[in-house]
């Protein structure tokens, strides 16, 4: 199987703080990984393309400066959360892509609920 | 751009009865698509795909056929079991390697 681990589970933080969140592949190598962002009753919205060795591609309306992302290894990608505001409290996702960009199946971590007092 | 379009839950169900939940996508090209599910506290899985037009994805006793012409993949299981109450997501990818297109997702629950 495909294994992709979240850290932490859970976090809740006070209002103009950061929150750094992980993103790890266990058991295999992704070049890409992807972070989703899913409101509540809501589908996963994708933030961000995160590629080894290179800058994330971010989407149309997303804050590259708020969200930093950082994917320094093959199995590591991380999510940072800057002066977060409790607009910013939601369930991140994140996912792999296992077998390089000819692939098409995503292996997804098992998110982290991030609460902004 | 590119969306996926799927019934809105909750789907309630009695043990063994039979299930489908409707999914129409709209693409330019030729989407993969897929059927996720999420069970309670636990992270998205992939139920099955299928990549071009006819195939058919199964796994678990969960069907689904990629039809062209009415832009649709249905998530389909003859009896369903308690263990089956989740989240499903259905999705599309237009590009190998690119990121995932969801729909809003269908919450199941199966009572005994």
């Known amino acids: 199987g495909a294994v992709v681990s979240q850290h932490p589970s859970r976090v809740i933080c006070k209002s103009g703080t950061s929150v750094k969140i992980e993103c790890r592949s266990l058991?295999?190598?992704?070049?890409?990984m992807f972070w989703y962002r899913q409101f509540p009753k809501q589908s996963l919205m994708l933030m961000a393309t995160?590629?080894?060795?290179?800058?994330?591609?971010?989407e149309q309306g997303v804050e590259k400066d708020k969200f930093l992302i950082n994917h320094a290894s093959l199995t590591l990608s991380t999510l940072t959360v800057t002066s977060a505001h409790p607009e910013d409290s939601s369930f991140y996702i994140c996912?792999?892509?296992?077998?390089?960009?000819?692939?098409?199946?995503?292996?997804f971590g098992p998110g982290t609920r991030l609460t902004v007092l | 751009g590119d969306s996926v379009t799927q019934m809105e839950g909750p789907v309630t169900l009695s043990e063994e009865a039979f299930l489908t939940i409707n999914c129409t996508y709209t693409?330019?090209?030729?989407?993969?698509l897929f059927w996720y599910v999420q069970y309670p506290g636990e992270g998205l899985q992939l139920l099955l795909k299928?990549?071009?037009?006819?195939d058919k994805g199964s796994n678990k006793g969960f069907e689904a056929t990629y039809r062209k012409e009415t832009t649709s993949f249905h998530l389909e299981k003859g009896s369903v079991q308690v263990s089956d109450s989740a989240v499903y997501f259905c999705?599309?990818?237009?590009?190998?390697?690119?990121?995932?297109?969801f729909g809003k997702g269908t919450t199941l629950s199966v009572s005994s």
């Open positions: 995160s590629n080894e060795g290179s800058k994330a591609t971010y």
């Open positions: 693409a330019t090209g030729y989407p993969s």
């Open positions: 299928a990549t071009k037009a006819d």
């Open positions: 999705a599309l990818s237009d590009r190998t390697g690119t990121a995932l297109i």
């Open positions: 996912s792999a892509l296992k077998g390089g960009p000819s692939t098409d199946t995503q292996y």
């Open positions: 058991d295999f190598q992704a070049t890409t």
